[in-house]
């Protein structure tokens, strides 16, 4: 009994012992936060909205600018503004003092008038007691209004209806090869493809097929076109209803050969010549796919969809225009509208095209647009006649807003026509476009 009294008593030291510790731990616990929450200056920061989220106005343009002040100061300076054009020619400038007390938010709102269509530059610019800094933006008014001053050359018709003539006079020699050791995404088959093209070359791609009982089921097809020098491999999805094939347009992946270029030559390679010139064979390379997939059993011919980004976009929109087979067109970022209006907006591709120029006797840059102006996308755009999905982006440093709106605004043939616009990205889009391109495609081709 007494050796049991004294292991109790033990318990019961112990158990004083632990219940001394905790409080004292929580309390060293609460004054660390005390003491790291008394040592955090706090910070000013800044929230910029647009009234509009595509930041599209009709004759104003209006934002919303919190300056949020966490600190104990008061901060005290002045926001201001400035509007400039693509090219960078000032047009606007205001600004305003302001007082922010301390562990509060200053709520500012700007209007900048601005009646003439177009996008403009907008650096909003902060300069208080403790905090320092510019947001550059982009916004639009009346961007639906936007038109090229550049017309189509008189034979721009004739020029494409000969590359096509010229390439229904090569023989395709289409071959389809399986892949069994190459896996991707999804339940799906994996075969490399491979097609003549104009001038004899070979181009070479990837198709993927969803493995299926129904041996007489025709998929769907998406063709996904390359972007500038991007190598494009097979690629995989859950969508049981869609073939998907990726193209290696000449010169790019699995397709180089005869034009074997190094990165920045390819936008220029034989440029002072329309009939050599890169571009044309990379669009018939895009016109003998769709050839390609008219010519397979397992697809079905009548939903083709055409899509791609940058240099892919651009490809994406001149395939439908030239080719009618073309069921949907999603681009994303098209390279190459209203080129004559690039000098002063872009540095690419005009910087690699202006280094060419220099070291070739007698080329001029004019000569060269009057080679583009067969390649403008915009051009390409005012034949489409299919449902089309468009996706920009407002900061985008290749292909400026304004160019974009010209492309899509000179579609006036196609009765379905909708743009994404990204206020907060460059040359990209969001999956937000990814995803409505899914469901767009979807309900087009009556995959249910």
Not at 294 to 301: G, I, R, S
Not at 331 to 344: A, F, H, M, Y
Not at 348 to 356: E, G, V
Not at 380 to 385: C, P, V, Y
Request: proline residues 5%; glycine residues 6%.
């Amino acid at each position: 009994m007494a050796k049991r009294l004294n292991i109790l008593k033990q318990l019961i030291c112990l158990a004083a012992i632990i219940a001394t510790m905790q409080p004292l731990g929580a309390a060293a616990q609460d004054a660390k936060g005390k003491k790291a929450a008394a040592e955090d200056p706090g910070s000013v920061s800044t929230i910029l909205t647009p009234a509009d989220k595509d930041a599209r106005f009709d004759d104003k343009a209006v934002y919303e600018f919190d300056v949020k002040n966490t600190t104990d100061n008061e901060q005290v300076g002045k926001i201001s503004y400035l509007v400039s054009t693509e090219t960078d020619k000032n047009l606007k400038a205001d600004s305003q003092m302001i007082k922010v007390p301390k562990k509060s938010t200053g709520k500012f709102r700007w209007t900048i008038p601005q009646d003439k269509p177009g996008y403009y530059k907008v650096a909003f610019m902060v300069n208080v007691t403790d905090y320092d800094d510019t947001i550059r933006k982009v916004f639009g008014i009346k961007p639906e209004l936007l038109t090229s001053t550049h017309n189509k050359p008189a034979d721009y018709h004739d020029y494409w209806k000969a590359a096509k003539d010229e390439l229904a006079k090569i023989p395709p020699n289409f071959k389809v090869t399986k892949m069994p050791k190459i896996t991707t995404t999804g339940n799906r088959y994996t075969y490399a493809i491979e097609m003549q093209s104009i001038g004899n070359m070979t181009i070479r791609g990837w198709m993927t097929l969803p493995k299926t009982v129904d041996k007489g089921k025709k998929f769907a097809v998406l063709l996904g076109l390359p972007g500038y020098q991007v190598n494009l491999t097979p690629m995989g999805g859950m969508d049981e209803d869609l073939a998907i094939i990726t193209l290696n347009v000449r010169g790019q992946g699995n397709s180089r050969g005869p034009v074997n270029t190094r990165r920045d030559e390819f936008i220029f390679y034989h440029i002072e010549d329309k009939d050599k010139y890169v571009m044309r064979g990379v669009i018939m390379d895009c016109v003998r796919c769709i050839d390609f997939i008219c010519a397979q059993k397992e697809l079905n011919h009548d939903k083709i969809l055409v899509s791609g980004g940058s240099m892919g976009g651009f490809l994406a929109i001149a395939t439908a225009a030239l080719d009618k087979r073309v069921a949907l067109c999603s681009s994303q970022n098209p390279i190459l509208c209203d080129v004559r209006s690039l000098p002063g907006e872009v540095d690419w591709p005009l910087n690699d095209i202006n280094r060419y120029v220099a070291i070739q006797p007698g080329l001029t840059l004019d000569k060269v647009f009057n080679t583009l102006d067969y390649f403008d996308t915009k051009n390409f755009a005012s034949e489409i006649t299919c449902p089309i999905l468009l996706g920009i982006g407002l900061l985008d440093p290749i292909a400026p807003p304004p160019n974009e709106y010209m492309a899509f605004n000179s579609i006036t043939t196609s009765k379905n026509k909708r743009i994404m616009v990204f206020k907060d990205l460059g040359h990209e889009v969001n999956t937000a476009y990814k995803d409505l391109e899914g469901r767009w495609m979807r309900d087009h081709f009556a995959l249910f």
